[in-house]
């Protein structure tokens, strides 16, 4: 199946990213090729396999989040919560967090192309990831009853594609196709 389908390094040209060109690394240096399930569980820390530890990604939330802030779109801040301080980070830039929300917006209300291989690629994958991460429905919260239902119709008409197919379409999706079925598992 496809979220089993094996993560072949086409390029390891740095991108500019310190996390995305760690990651480049750590699939170059792997023996043999891993799955993109294997390859979600390793770089977001989701498992804890003694024998890839070598190709884990280290605190990436807190390093994401401080590449965040060092853009001016997050914030640090202590909170206290009864016996411990936590640091968190709330969005500090609301303009940049609407511009996104208005993105995926107008992508699936005034931009729909019905054809995911039409659409473009950083959308497509930020929907997937939208919902993979369980906020998607935050995304049209703001829009009224008919156009919210009209966003989430589509967006889960998109969704419940079938990634095998799609991705057999090519059109350099076919790694946004791998996660979402490696999510949807």
Same mark, same amino acid.
């Given at each position: 199946?496809?979220c089993c389908?094996?993560?072949?390094?086409?390029?390891d040209a740095p991108?500019?990213?310190?996390?995305?060109? +760690?990651?480049l690394r750590?699939i170059? %240096?792997?023996e043999?090729?891993?799955?993109? $399930?294997?390859w979600?569980?390793? &770089?977001t820390?989701?498992?804890?396999?003694?024998?890839?530890?070598q190709?884990q990604? @280290?605190n /990436?939330r807190? @390093? &994401? =989040?401080?590449a965040?802030v060092?853009?001016?779109?997050?914030t640090? +801040?202590?909170?206290?919560?009864?016996l411990?301080?936590?640091?968190?980070?709330p /969005?500090?830039?609301?303009?940049?967090k $609407? @511009?996104l929300? #208005?993105?995926? $917006?107008?992508?699936v &209300?005034?931009r729909?192309v019905?054809?995911?291989?039409r659409?473009? @690629? #950083?959308?497509l994958a930020?929907?997937?990831? =939208?919902?993979?991460s369980? /906020?998607?429905?935050?995304?049209?919260?703001s829009l009224?009853?008919?156009?919210?239902d009209?966003?989430?119709? #589509?967006?889960?008409?998109l969704?419940?594609?079938?990634?095998e197919v799609e %991705? %057999?379409?090519?059109?350099?999706t076919?790694?946004?196709? %791998?996660v979402?079925?490696a999510?949807?598992?």
């Amino acid at each position: 199946t496809l979220c089993c389908s094996q993560v072949l390094l086409k390029s390891d040209a740095p991108t500019g990213d310190v996390l995305l060109d +760690e990651t480049l690394r750590h699939i170059k %240096a792997t023996e043999s090729a891993e799955t993109v $399930q294997t390859w979600i569980e390793l &770089l977001t820390g989701e498992t804890w396999n003694p024998f890839k530890l070598q190709y884990q990604l @280290r605190n /990436v939330r807190e @390093r &994401l =989040a401080k590449a965040l802030v060092e853009k001016g779109i997050l914030t640090t +801040e202590k909170q206290n919560f009864l016996l411990f301080d936590m640091t968190t980070h709330p /969005v500090s830039n609301a303009s940049e967090k $609407q @511009r996104l929300l #208005r993105k995926l $917006q107008e992508s699936v &209300l005034e931009r729909w192309v019905n054809d995911p291989q039409r659409m473009e @690629r #950083r959308t497509l994958a930020l929907l997937v990831l =939208a919902h993979a991460s369980d /906020v998607l429905e935050n995304v049209f919260a703001s829009l009224a009853d008919d156009k919210y239902d009209v966003a989430m119709n #589509r967006t889960k008409d998109l969704l419940d594609m079938d990634p095998e197919v799609e %991705a %057999a379409k090519g059109k350099g999706t076919e790694m946004i196709w %791998a996660v979402l079925a490696a999510f949807n598992k």
